[in-house]
C-alpha cells in the first residue's frame, strides 16, 4: 500500500480521568463528577463524567459554575500519577496490535495499522479487539471511541462524532461527506478565532471553505491558509502544531508535544513580583522537564487566568496567553521565564487567579557548546543540579528568587488548570 493510503486510527478515552476514578472506586459510578485539581474552590474542571455531562457540566468550567449548574456534582481530586500509569497501560495494549503507535495526550493515541490491517474491514475487526482488551484489563467503566480514516485529521474528527464509545469508520471517498456533517470549529486546528475570521469572509462550513478561492485565503491567513483549502478537501495529514508531521503516525522518542506547568494562586494577585516569582517557579519545572527528556524548545506560550467571572468565555474565568517563537532553542528555565515574562508585562495583569507557561517546538538537544564561557557555565551548573534531581528528586534545590514561592498543591503538568 502507498504512503497516501493510510489506515489511520484515532484512539480518545472517553472522559478520561473522570471513568478511570469511577473505575477505581465504586462509590463514584453512575454519578456525576467532576475531577479538579487539589484546591478545588479555585479550581477547574478538568474532566467531567459522562453523567455529568449529561446535566450540563463542561470541561474547564469552574468548580462554582460546574455546582450551580449540577448542584449534586461530587468534586474529585484528581490523581495525575494514576492516569500516567493507565495512559502507559494502553498503549502498550495498542502496542501489542501495531508497533506504530503515537500517543497524541494522556488520553489520545494514534495507530498506523495499515499493514496489520490491510483494508477497512481489517481495521474494523482490529479496533474492536483493541476495545475488548481495554475493557478486559483496564475495566468495563474505561471505555474509548475510536476513529478509523486515511489520515489523523480525519480520524481525529471521524473520532468525534460518536461519543461515548462510538466506532466511526471514514474511507477516503466518504472524507467530504464528513466534513460537510460537521462544523467548523470540530476539525482540530480550527479555533473560535479562526472561525471569526473565517466567518466574516462569508465561510460558514466546509463546502464554502472548498470553494473559496485558494490565494484569497493566502492573502488572509498566510500558510495558514494554504492548510485550510488542504483541510477543506481532507487532504492534509496534520493539524499545525498540534500533530506531528507525516501521513502515517510518528514513533520517535520526542513523543511530547509540549511541556506546560500552571498553577492556581493562593489568593488572587495584582502584584507583579508575586507573579514574576510563580512564573519563575514554574519556568524552572518545566525547564528540568524538558532536560530530563533531552529536548530542547523555540516557542513559549505564557497565559493568566483573572478573577473575573466571565460566563461569555465558558470557563467561567478571562484568560489572556500569548506565545513568542525564537531561533535559539533552549531548556533552560532562566531563559524560559524571562520569554515568558515580557509576554505577559504589558498586560494588565490585575487580579490574577492562575499564571503558567508552555514549550512548544520540541527539537532533540544537540549539546552543542555554547561560544560564550558565562553560557557554558550556566550549562555545566545545570547539568550538576539536574544530577541532584536525579538522585533525589525534583525539589532538591531553588533559586534564589523564588525561595518565597510555595507550591502548596502540585501544579499540573497534565494542564488541569490550564485552558488557553
Known sequence: MDNTARIILHIDMNSYFASVEQQANPFLRGKPIGITGKNQERSVVATASIEAKALGVKTAMS???AKKVCPSIILWPGDPEKYSDIMHRFNAIY???TPNVEPFSVDESFLDITEEAEDYFGATCMAQAIRSRLYEELGEHITASIGIAPNKLMAKLACETVKPNGLTVVRPHEILDL??????????GIGPRIKERLNA???????????FPRENLEREF?????????????????????????????????????????????????????????????????????????????????????????TSLGTGFSSHGEQRTFQEP???????????????????????RLVGLSTSILSGDPTQPSLFKKERNMTSVLSALDELQ?????????????????FKSRSSGFHFDHEI
Open 63 to 65: 468548580t462554582w459554575e
Open 179 to 188: 466534513l460537510d456533517r460537521s462544523e467548523l470549529e470540530d476539525l482540530c
Open 95 to 97: 502496542e501489542s496490535f
Open 330 to 352: 533552549t531548556a533552560d528555565g532562566m531563559h524560559l521565564f524571562q520569554i515568558a515574562w515580557k509576554i505577559l508585562e504589558p498586560i494588565s495583569l490585575v487580579d490574577v
Open 222 to 310: 498566510h500558510s495558514y491558509g494554504t492548510w485550510l483549502h488542504e483541510a477543506a478537501l481532507g487532504r492534509v495529514a496534520s493539524a499545525p502544531l498540534l500533530f506531528k508531521e507525516g501521513l502515517g503516525v510518528v514513533t520517535s522518542q520526542q513523543e511530547a508535544k509540549s511541556y506546560g506547568h500552571s498553577y492556581t494562586l493562593p489568593q488572587n494577585t495584582s502584584d507583579p513580583r508575586v507573579l514574576k516569582r510563580y512564573l519563575f517557579g514554574l519556568a524552572d519545572k518545566v525547564g528540568w522537564r524538558m532536560r530530563r527528556d533531552g529536548v530542547v524548545a523555540r516557542r513559549v506560550t505564557a497565559f493568566v487566568r483573572f478573577g473575573d467571572p466571565s
Open 390 to 406: 536525579h538522585r533525589y528528586g525534583s525539589g532538591i534545590w531553588k533559586r534564589g528568587a523564588t525561595l518565597q514561592t510555595e
Open 201 to 211: 469572509l462569508g465561510i460558514a462550513n466546509f463546502k464554502q471553505l472548498r470553494e
